[in-house]
């Protein structure tokens, strides 16, 4: 479904990113992990269309998208759900969802996408007319999500969906990220919860310095010495 391929980036002269590859599977949940600056959101940005790549490719359903306009991605069947989830904290919960269906094809759907959403996330049924910036930080999370499924994407982004939530919060996301999966979206998770993370995903790659340094099954990489004391925790 995604094949990264030789990516690099950078901010100015500074780089971010060198010759990262990755493949997301029609299906598939994948998760790349790594510490604080490893270059992960950066990765992930590139993939949504939101910052360009300088070198390397991106291909999608099997089609080069590398360089189309950062616009045309959301179109494609590709959506982000950023860090930090950026919402509109002063328009209502409802008005953010709607802001995710504005190409022509979601809209057309947007009902529906609404019922799927709140099925998902039946907390927010009660706050559609609240806004946004009242929620809990839980909850505005489900709405960042929520906003991103509204376009009905075929690959999920997710950019540390669980950072600032309390861990019996973070349970429910991880739950509701396995269930989007389950339903059929393709996602990728950029986690620093990396014993989570690990617990959903089928595969993984580990990221340190702008470069992939492992990848394998989820399972597989969990039990490696090197990755449980890195990251952890276990000696
Ligand atoms: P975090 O979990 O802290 O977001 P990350 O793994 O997502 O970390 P990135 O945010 O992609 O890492 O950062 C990769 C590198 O790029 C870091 O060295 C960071 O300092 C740098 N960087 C990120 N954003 C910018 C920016 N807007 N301008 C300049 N440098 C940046």
Redesign the pocket.
Known sequence: MLDVSGLQA???A?P??WDVSLHVGRGELVCVV????????????VIAGLHRARAGRLVFEGEEITRLASHRFCARGIAIVP?GRRLFTGMTVEENLALGSFLPQARAQRAASLAQVLALFPALAQKLASPAGALSGGQQQMVAIGRALMSRPRLLLL??PSLGLAPTVVLDMFQAIRDINRQGTSVLL?E?NVAMAMQIARRAYV?E??RMVAEGLAQDLVNRPEIQKAYLGLE
Do not use: C, F, H, R
Not at 36 to 41: E, P
């Open positions: 950078s901010y100015g500074a971010a990113l790594g510490p604080n600056g490893a270059g992960k959101s950066t990765l992930i940005n860090e950019d540390e950029v620093q990221m310095e702008g």
